[in-house]
């Protein structure tokens, strides 16, 4: 981080994350509401881990960006291997991504002998370990961002301040999930968060090493190798926060804005294709019914077909029988000579 790239990349990953979790969550929410139970992530149709495999990639990038690639000598130690002051915070960064990326290969693993029937009895089915996981990534993300080695005392420290409530959100929501998996809310909320978290990294990185969106009476100073928003004076530095927090409160209203519109749109979706299934299913239903009730009617039309000519024929066989014993008793008695 400390550049442009540096928070639009990863940011571009939570926003992901995040709409993707928001997307699945609504959707299984709509078609199952009564049985919903909540996902810490969501397979996918071709493949079923790609979120945390795209999860494990993007931490690997970064870790390998901020420790080998970012660094004028591509390794963040001195020569005789002490971590430099300007490098702590690429130290920092990583280890976010690196405790994200435990959670990545542990949700793998953690599913993977869900299937072995060795460990099938003995592990959790409602995620509460994997929801843990994601907890202490989030817990860790909390406490550098707090704890940062940076100064963040200008226009890039109340950008922090306000990411750190959002990865409270997260954290906070993560953790209720794992006692309420069935709460609907709690998971639209985390979802939410972890998008927004995405957003105002994007946000930030653009707001802070774009110099046209600097603030006025705000410059850009190049310090420990990287640059950093200053300003002359503090009713610029008032002003400045003052814009942040603005600006905060504006995305705020509009991605509150966007999440019920898009919660109703794909509500009223789900709806008809659910209530569309149902009537496909009745109408095939009521078909077959009929196709059955036809079959007992033919069956039992031949069957009256069949004992009509029953009863056809016996009078016949009646008559002649009589009439052999008509034809007996006509004939006398005849006397046979020996």
Avoid at 104 to 111: G, K, P, Q, R, T
Avoid at 148 to 175: F, R
């Amino acid at each position: 981080m400390g550049t442009l790239v540096g928070h639009v990349a990863p940011g571009f990953g939570f926003l992901l994350i995040g709409l993707w979790h928001l997307f699945n969550h609504i959707k299984l929410h709509a078609l199952n509401t009564k049985s919903y139970i909540s996902l810490p992530w969501f397979p996918t149709i071709k493949f079923k881990y790609m979120e945390l495999l795209l999860i494990m990639g993007g931490c690997s990038a970064s870790i390998a960006m901020e420790l080998f690639i970012s660094p004028e000598r591509h390794q963040p130690l001195d020569p005789d291997w002490t971590i430099p002051s300007n490098h702590l915070h690429n130290f920092e960064h990583s280890s976010i991504s690196m405790t994200f990326f435990v959670y990545a290969a542990f949700s793998i693993i953690l599913d993977r002998m869900k299937i072995n029937p060795n460990y099938h009895h003995h592990l959790d089915h409602d995620y509460g370990l994997t929801q843990l996981l994601a907890a202490i990534a989030f817990a860790q993300e909390l406490l550098l961002f707090h704890l940062h080695s940076a100064d963040h005392m200008g226009p890039e420290g109340q950008y922090h301040l306000l990411l750190q409530l959002l990865i409270l959100v997260s954290l906070i929501t993560t953790l209720m999930g794992i006692g309420l998996p069935k709460s609907f809310l709690v998971s639209f909320l985390r979802s939410l968060s972890i998008l927004f978290q995405g957003l105002w990294l994007i946000v930030m990185g653009i707001m802070l090493w774009t110099p046209d969106f600097v603030p006025k009476g705000c410059f850009l100073h190049l310090e420990e190798g990287h640059q950093v928003v200053r300003c002359s004076g503090e009713e610029s530095l008032h002003r400045a926060k003052s814009l942040i927090n603005i600006q905060f409160s504006w995305f705020l209203i509009g991605i509150t804005v966007f999440a019920v519109i898009f919660y109703l749109i794909l509500l009223k979706f789900y709806y008809e294709k659910k209530k569309s299934e149902y009537v496909s299913l009745t109408k095939d239903l009521q078909e077959l019914q009929e196709e059955e009730e036809e079959e007992e009617h033919h069956d039992s039309s031949q069957l009256g077909d069949f004992d009509l000519e029953s009863r056809n024929k016996k009078p016949i066989l009646l008559g002649n029988a009589n009439s052999f014993l008509q034809m007996g008793k006509s004939f006398g008695p005849i006397d046979m000579e020996r």
